[in-house]
């Protein structure tokens, strides 16, 4: 059971990528960080504000019971991400994230913690839009 979480985490990481920009505006790394950090805190309100437009209704198409199941999976679960290093090529309004490096999971349940570090090299990377200034991940 342990491993399922683990696993199930562990994709959800592949899917997204995480960085920062030295100026501190917005760029495709930052809005995939702010997206993955949403996503392992359960929350959905924000991570829904750094999905495009196209994708958001797939988002809401949610169940409030999967979302809260999902929050309840999350709230077992610590990510870091110190280990993720990202690349960014942007062309105009659309880029794509590129990352390496690994994330580790830690996973607490029944009395037991478990870590694992699942390395994200060779992750396709992530599709991203900008829109309205802001950029947001509009993969498949």
Do not use: H
């Not at 399922?4 to 790394?29: F, H, K, N, R, W």
């Not at 994330?103 to 570090?117: D, S, W």
């Amino acid at each position: 059971m342990k491993r399922s979480y683990i696993l199930a985490i562990t994709l959800l990481a592949g899917g997204l990528t995480v960085g920062c920009d030295a100026l501190g505006g917005d760029t495709p790394e930052k809005a995939a960080k702010e997206a993955m950090e949403s996503l392992f805190a359960g929350d959905i309100d924000k991570l829904r504000g750094r999905i495009c437009s196209a994708k958001s209704g797939e988002l809401m198409k949610q169940s409030e019971e999967q979302i809260k199941f999902f929050k309840e999976i999350m709230k077992l679960a610590k990510v870091d991400l110190s280990g993720v290093s990202f690349k960014a090529d942007v062309s105009g309004d659309t880029a794509t994230v590129k990352t390496s490096g690994k994330v580790k999971i830690e996973v607490y349940l029944a009395g037991q913690t478990q870590t694992q570090e699942q390395s994200l090299d060779g992750t396709p990377p992530v599709k991203m839009v900008k829109e309205g200034g802001t950029w947001k991940l509009c993969g498949e």
